[in-house]
């Protein structure tokens, strides 16, 4: 597929001495939705904000859209919607004046119908007229959007986009950035909220400390990694594991009603049918059991601790 | 490829103009404060001056004293609007965050510069004609070299909101944004010869006075006024360029190094 961003041997050292990127190589595929994944402080925003000139590298180049992003930053940057993560709005502005000088600012000519059309698709067309200032925080994150959008950009970072947002508001946007998936705009993502990757993404990568750890399709990642979970409810709670389900490696769960069996779903041997002839064969009776794929949150819990562990 | 670059020209007015805009929008909110107030408080210089006290002073150059201070009330106006206009206009998107945008806009450091420093001149130099329409209530006017005044005028304001830019760019506090205009430009105009002509003080003082680059500012707008000057025209113009051009070089370097802009 090709590429719509290259970034090759980035790195980022803040004046404070911090290294916030250490060298990173990247390429972001035309279309795709792409997920930024890491902890607060992993250095997410930081690649976003080089990437869109707010912030200089230190050493590497970064193509977009074909253009280098410092010699050839006009091109580039037109091209290019960014959605800050913290709420900085003009507070004294109305909605739609903010969002066409936004349009303006891009180097783009009036267009009241793009710009009816956006804020339509975000709910804000009533409030259009309404001072930012007197707006909820939801709102304002919407109006931030709106003023990324302005520009019919091909290229949308969104930095942390469903950070402290209400259900309503986060589900709106995950079908804004579909929509948008279908008009061919491509979608760079970070969170913190695995859900939100996993919901989304077609692409994970997982930063930090500065490092982009793992880069890999979400489906993948998931089956890579993806450990199964299976919970069983027993009949009459058990003190202890009995040693005759050690090679199991069970343990109890909820004061010994639950018994907890951890599998990989890849494997040939699960394990998972033995295991329930050995419970029958003790007398272990159960009323119910479930299984659980374990989420793309539990798969960065543990490249995270396998990271931190590897260091140590 | 080339055909997408082709839609991106050469030069971003869209972009220029929605700043532009955003500014002159921002000084209409706050008339108030933008317009009104300097001219209040011009005309209370015109009654304590120009009536009270101007009626028992001689007249300077020929000039009768409340007409004498016209041009240099004119320039302290002139300079601290500038200076705030421009230092506000810059500094403000700094403190919320809204710099962002800017940054991460297709903008180049020169349209940037155009688009807020010709906001706040244009808002200068509106002010500076308001003030002086105010004046001519007050005292006798003349403006000897209309067309000169005017391109002074304009000189001025783009100069001293060029000046002010950097301060907003330079400050890191509101504090710092309020320093300069009221510890070093206020004196200097209350020094440079705003309420009198130079000629009236002590012969070491003016040489001190010399020293001073708002004399040369003051003057060369008196010039245009009354046709006289405490130096001559020319020397009045170089030193304002002279400004302008140390100006625009401490500009450049700032958005070379992104000083204060960028990490």
Not at chain 1, 76 to 102: C, H, N, W, Y
Not at chain 2, 13 to 31: C, D, H, P, Q, S
Not at chain 2, 57 to 62: A, F, H, K, P, Q
């Amino acid at each position: 597929m090709q590429p719509v961003i290259s970034i090759e041997g980035l790195t980022k050292t803040y004046k404070s001495g911090l290294q916030a990127l250490k060298p990173i190589d990247l390429t972001i595929r035309k279309g795709e939705i792409f997920a930024l994944l890491g902890p607060n402080g992993a250095g997410k925003t930081t690649l976003i904000s080089v990437v869109c000139g707010i912030v200089t590298p230190t050493t590497g180049t970064i193509v977009a859209d074909g253009h280098d992003i410092q010699t050839e930053y006009r091109q580039a940057r037109s091209k290019i919607g960014l959605v800050p993560q913290e709420l900085t709005t003009d507070a004294f502005e109305t909605v739609l004046a903010t969002v066409t000088f936004s349009r303006g600012l891009f180097g783009k000519a009036p267009d009241p119908k793009h710009i009816e059309s956006v804020l339509r698709e975000l709910s804000l067309w009533e409030k259009r007229n309404d001072k930012i200032m007197t707006l909820s925080g939801g709102m304002k994150r919407r109006v931030m959007i709106a003023k990324a959008l302005s520009h019919e950009p091909d290229i949308l970072f969104l930095d942390e986009p469903t950070a402290g947002v209400d259900v309503e508001l986060r589900r709106d946007m995950w079908n804004l950035v579909r929509r948008l998936r279908e008009q061919g705009v491509t979608i760079i993502l970070t969170t913190h909220y695995i859900e939100e990757a996993e919901e989304m993404a077609d692409r994970v990568g997982v930063i930090l400390k500065g490092e982009l750890i793992l880069v890999e399709e979400k489906t993948a990642l998931m089956k890579k990694l993806g450990k199964k979970t299976l919970t069983l409810n027993l009949q009459d709670p058990l003190q202890t594991v009995p040693p005759e389900l050690a090679e199991w490696n069970v343990t109890l769960k909820n004061e010994g009603h639950e018994l907890e069996y951890v599998f990989d779903s890849n494997l040939e041997k699960t394990g998972v049918p033995s295991l329930l002839r050995k419970l029958s064969d003790l007398g272990i009776a159960f009323k119910d059991l479930n299984t659980s794929q374990s989420s793309l949150e539990d798969i960065f819990v543990s490249l995270v601790h396998r990271d931190t562990g590897a260091a140590a | 490829m080339n055909s997408q670059s082709s839609r991106v020209p050469a030069f971003n007015g869209y972009g220029v103009w929605a700043i532009y805009k955003f500014e002159m929008a921002r000084a209409l909110r706050t008339i108030w404060q933008s317009v009104v107030t300097p001219v209040i408080t011009t005309a209370l210089y015109f009654v304590v001056f120009g009536s009270a006290i101007g009626s028992r002073m001689t007249e300077i150059d020929g000039v009768p004293y409340g007409a004498f201070i016209v041009p240099g009330l004119i320039m302290l106006s002139l300079f601290t609007q500038s200076i705030f206009n421009a230092s506000f206009g810059i500094y403000f998107p700094k403190f919320t965050g809204t710099i962002y945008e800017l940054l991460s806009a297709p903008v180049s450091p020169l349209e940037i510069v155009i688009a807020y420093v010709g906001a706040a001149a244009t808002k200068s130099a509106a002010l500076g004609l308001i003030i002086l329409a105010t004046a001519a209530f007050f005292v006798p006017l003349q403006v000897l070299h209309p067309i000169e005044m005017l391109a002074f005028l304009i000189l001025i304001s783009t100069t001293f909101s060029l000046f002010g830019f950097i301060i907003g760019i330079w400050a890191n506090g509101f504090e710092q944004l309020q320093m300069i205009p009221m510890l070093v430009v206020t004196p200097l105009t209350f020094l440079g010869g705003s309420f009198y002509s130079i000629d009236m003080l002590p012969p070491a003082w003016r040489t001190v006075t010399l020293f001073n680059p708002v004399v040369y500012l003051i003057s060369g707008f008196r010039w245009t006024f009354y046709g006289s000057g405490d130096v001559g025209i020319g020397v009045s113009l170089a030193a304002t360029f002279g400004f302008l051009l140390i100006c625009l070089l401490i500009v450049g370097w700032m958005f070379r190094t992104g000083y204060r802009l960028k990490n």
